[in-house]
């Protein structure tokens, strides 16, 4: 069992940074490849990013690569996503996500889910 805590979301002016961190119980978290997904007002949730167990290999939606890094730290069980250049349209509910299979960008193949962490993006 893994549970999974979100952090670090809030209000940002467009152009802005955000850093949310996703904090994991459990030994075995470096075992699991991670994910964070999103979801805003209306929509369905969409992929954002995921890593590898080892960080080795990362993933990202088309409309934040380049702007997003996501990455870990597996002695201290926990997975960031680092957001530059935030839009209105990255105002959603962030959640991150483990699993036990290789790092993907479909939220069925994750196991286990966090709570979510809001942002925002406006002026």
């Known amino acids: 069992q893994v549970q999974l805590v979100e952090s670090g979301g809030g209000l940002v002016q467009p152009g802005g940074s955000l850093r949310l961190s996703c904090a994991a119980s459990?030994?075995?978290?470096?075992?699991?490849?991670m994910g964070w997904f999103r979801q805003a007002p209306g929509k369905e949730r969409e992929f954002v990013a995921a890593?590898?167990?080892?960080?080795?290999?990362?993933d990202y939606t088309d409309a934040v690569e380049g702007r997003f890094t996501i990455s870990r730290d597996n002695a201290k069980n926990t997975v960031y996503l680092q957001m530059n250049s935030l839009k209105p349209e990255d105002t959603a509910v962030y959640y991150c996500a483990a699993g036990r299979g290789p790092h993907t960008p479909f939220g069925p193949e994750y196991d286990y889910w966090g709570q979510g962490t809001q942002v925002t993006v406006s002026s």
């Open positions: 890593i590898s167990w080892r960080g080795e290999s990362t």
């Open positions: 459990g030994r075995t978290f470096s075992t699991y490849a």
